[in-house]
């Protein structure tokens, strides 16, 4: 499976040691957990979440990479909770951790949950068919994977990009 995640252009795209900020699926120290999406939109879509870019004139000054990462078929665990947690704000994060600890105790490497950044049908992309189409709607996923992952192979799809400006409708924003 090919996954996506952005990222500085200035840092590798993996985290390897536990300095890593608290996100969703993680808190304080509980690191490195590397973040994917299904889909370069759903990267895109988790970056603007979270510097809480709604206007496209912001766009013009986004410069982030967008990494292919191609990651091994390993079971994976789904949470255990319920949409006002998997997609909420911050106000959330705190029982997402709780599942994520929960999931870790009982061996879990890899979960995978609905993406909270993209909105329901967000992740279709687009078709070719007399110039370009939207595609059928589908929904985004985040795929997570526990712990240092030195065995991963990513490739920079861009390293200074930004967003097209039709995704901003497609984020489920703060």
Known sequence: ???FRHGDPSVPFLWE?????PARWHGDGEGPVQYFTDTPDGAWAEFLRHE???????L????????AVELPDEPADHPNLLDPSL??????????RAEARRLRGLGARRLVAPSAALTAGGAGG?????????APPRDGKVIVLFGRR??????????????R????????HF
């Open 1 to 3: 499976m090919i996954a």
């Open 17 to 21: 040691d536990a300095s890593q900020p």
């Open 52 to 58: 809480e870019i709604e206007d496209a004139r912001d």
């Open 60 to 67: 013009a000054t986004v410069r982030r990479a967008i990494w």
């Open 87 to 96: 997609l909420g704000g911050p106000s959330t994060y705190s029982d997402c």
């Open 126 to 134: 687009h078709r070719v068919d007399g110039g370009l189409r939207p």
């Open 150 to 163: 030195s065995d991963l192979a990513g490739w920079a799809a861009a390293s200074e990009g930004r967003p």
């Open 165 to 172: 400006d039709d995704l901003l409708p497609r984020v489920r």
